[in-house]
């Protein structure tokens, strides 16, 4: 334990230098790296065809090649998903991180390179390792076990002669850590990988409550399915009880907001937070500051990052900005080119800097997940927001909720339809909706405006529905496991009238 702590130190003084090198050289370190990504795709069947050879700045990158959806970039994915070399990215491609289709209906196949693991999503993690050591300098984290919540594997049987692998990002990180990170974590891949999401909670739970837990890191909803298991079988009613030394929560893939008093409720008052944004694409930001929930953007682990004001997003020739021009409270949807041969790719977050000295952000949600029915352009920031407050002041709490539109009819405005799965209910609705209604008009002026006099939009109704209806709804659509989330808002009644359906047939 001694050399390891040892090994740690000098790892924690490594990392911290460099990351503070990027920090204070964000500009220059995303110039050098968009040209080494361009060098490197010049020979790739995608860099020919759009003449990588002769991009000689970033004008010419941004003129030469294509802003592109998944959509738009599935037949070249297809290629490397069947085996071929060379296509988007010079080096082999063996894993696909398989998103889980939040924003299409279609699985997504992202493919992680070598250099995506190692310069990116490991680098970070040292990273992030680092920055919590460095903030919290009496921790005994390296004193037990983090236990890492992760998905699963797939065979790639649509593929059959391929030598390709696919599963959720979290599963595909896990199956290639190096030695002396499984060594710090619980529970065995055997266990922490398997398809059976069901099962594999069960199992997590009985081996895992035996343990020293000092760390968790997962999706918060997920998270807590597992905490509760394993106080039920250790009869206990605070984590604490369990895992005494547990220190750290790792979350991210869903905002913390709507789960943070339901995680108070069970765990240790003096354990730690930290939020990262880590995606299937790439890992993007840490929270590097214990008093902020701020993320700090990571400008050197293999991603070039690109901008599009949200406004501008669904025009026919969007503005389309570099990191230098970003501007402090603008929301954005982000365009990533990186080291897994996704060129200029648009991944469907996006997200508003709170500070460009460095850089730091919030994620705001996703391009897909708004309502804007009406004109009111709600985003999930708002929205996940607005509800913390009406929980907050009216001393309830929640496990899950997705919100739509009520169309405008005859009779009718149009509204916004809330349905919430309460842990304990306000014991006034109307004064919990009132809440939720003046917070999302004090955070978004587009939904005071629809809201004003009822002119456009009405008040939103919120229904209560049944405990385990959200869970039935995602078995029910194989959405169950770590990287699947519940929908937070729609443009549509599509996922509203599914959970109606499952309440009348009785079925959660």
């Not at 008093?291 to 389309?320: A, K, M, Q, R, W």
């Not at 209560?464 to 009644?493: A, C, D, E, H, I």
């Given at each position: 334990?001694y050399l ?5 130190n000098?790892l924690?003084?490594?990392r911290?230098?460099?990351?503070q090198h ?6 220059d ?5 968009l ?34 959806t998944y ?5 070249y994915?297809?290629k490397?998903?069947?085996g ?5 990215w ?8 398989k998103?889980s ?5 279609r ?12 310069e ?8 992030m390792?680092?920055?919590?050591l460095?903030?919290?300098?009496h921790?005994?984290?390296l ?8 998905g ?13 692998k696919?599963?959720d ?13 499984k ?13 059976n ?30 905490l ?31 789960y943070?008093d ?18 299937s ?12 929930s701020e993320?700090?953007l ?18 026919p020739?969007?503005t389309?900005?570099?990191?230098g ?22 991944i ?8 460009t000295a460095?850089?730091?952000?919030k ?6 997940h708004?309502i804007?029915?009406f ?19 009216t001393?309830?709490?929640?496990s899950?909720?997705t ?10 405005k149009?509204q ?16 919990f909706t009132d809440?939720?209604?003046?917070k ?14 009822d002119?456009?939009?009405?008040k939103p109704?919120?229904r209560?529905?049944p405990k ?7 078995k ?5 496991g770590?990287?699947?989330k519940?929908p ?12 109606y359906?499952?309440?009348q047939?009785?079925?959660?």
């Amino acid at each position: 334990m001694y050399l390891l702590n040892q090994s740690f130190n000098w790892l924690l003084k490594q990392r911290l230098s460099r990351l503070q090198h990027a920090i204070e050289n964000p500009i220059d370190m995303q110039a050098t790296l968009l040209h080494t990504l361009i060098q490197k795709g010049a020979q790739t069947e995608y860099g020919q065809q759009f003449s990588y050879h002769t991009i000689a700045t970033k004008q010419h990158f941004k003129e030469q090649v294509p802003i592109c959806t998944y959509e738009e970039l599935y037949p070249y994915i297809e290629k490397v998903l069947q085996g071929n070399v060379n296509v988007l990215w010079p080096t082999p491609i063996k894993w696909f991180a398989k998103s889980s289709g939040t924003t299409n209906d279609r699985s997504k196949f992202i493919p992680v390179s070598t250099e995506a693991l190692k310069e990116g999503h490991y680098k970070a993690g040292k990273d992030m390792l680092a920055i919590y050591l460095s903030n919290q300098t009496h921790s005994q984290l390296l004193h037990g076990k983090n236990l890492a919540m992760g998905g699963s594997l797939y065979t790639n049987s649509f593929c059959p002669n391929s030598d390709t692998k696919y599963g959720d990002v979290s599963a595909v990180i896990m199956k290639n850590l190096p030695l002396w990170a499984k060594w710090a974590s619980t529970p065995g891949l055997d266990i922490a990988l398997l398809e059976n999401w069901e099962e594999k909670l069960e199992k997590l739970a009985q081996i895992t409550a035996q343990e020293n837990i000092t760390s968790i890191t997962g999706i918060p909803t997920w998270l807590l399915v597992l905490l509760n298991k394993v106080l039920a079988i250790k009869q206990a009613t605070n984590i604490a009880e369990v895992w005494p030394m547990l220190e750290l929560f790792i979350h991210g893939g869903v905002s913390f907001t709507p789960y943070k008093d339901l995680f108070k409720n069970i765990a240790s008052p003096n354990i730690h937070y930290m939020e990262v944004y880590n995606a299937s694409e790439g890992f993007f930001a840490i929270q590097d500051q214990i008093n902020s929930s701020e993320l700090l953007l990571l400008v050197d682990h293999g991603v070039y990052y690109e901008f599009i004001p949200i406004e501008e997003l669904d025009t026919p020739h969007p503005t389309v900005i570099d990191l230098g021009d970003v501007k402090v409270g603008q929301i954005y949807a982000l365009v990533i080119t990186t080291n897994a041969g996704l060129w200029r790719y648009q991944i469907g977050d996006t997200i508003k800097f709170t500070s460009t000295a460095p850089y730091r952000i919030k994620i705001a949600g996703r391009t897909k997940h708004f309502i804007n029915a009406f004109g009111e352009e709600l985003v999930i920031d708002n929205a996940d927001m607005a509800i913390a407050d009406a929980c907050i002041l009216t001393g309830t709490t929640i496990s899950d909720y997705t919100a739509g539109p009520n169309y405008i009819s005859d009779n009718k405005k149009g509204q916004h339809e809330w349905l919430i799965e309460f842990v304990q209910e306000p014991t006034n609705l109307d004064e919990f909706t009132d809440i939720l209604d003046r917070k999302l008009q004090e955070l978004n002026s587009d939904y005071e405006a629809k809201r004003y006099k009822d002119f456009i939009l009405a008040k939103p109704v919120i229904r209560p529905v049944p405990k385990g209806v959200f869970y039935t709804w995602m078995k029910k659509n194989n959405k169950l496991g770590n990287q699947n989330k519940v929908p937070r808002l729609f443009n549509s009644r599509k996922y509203l009238d599914e959970i109606y359906h499952l309440i009348q047939d009785n079925v959660y």
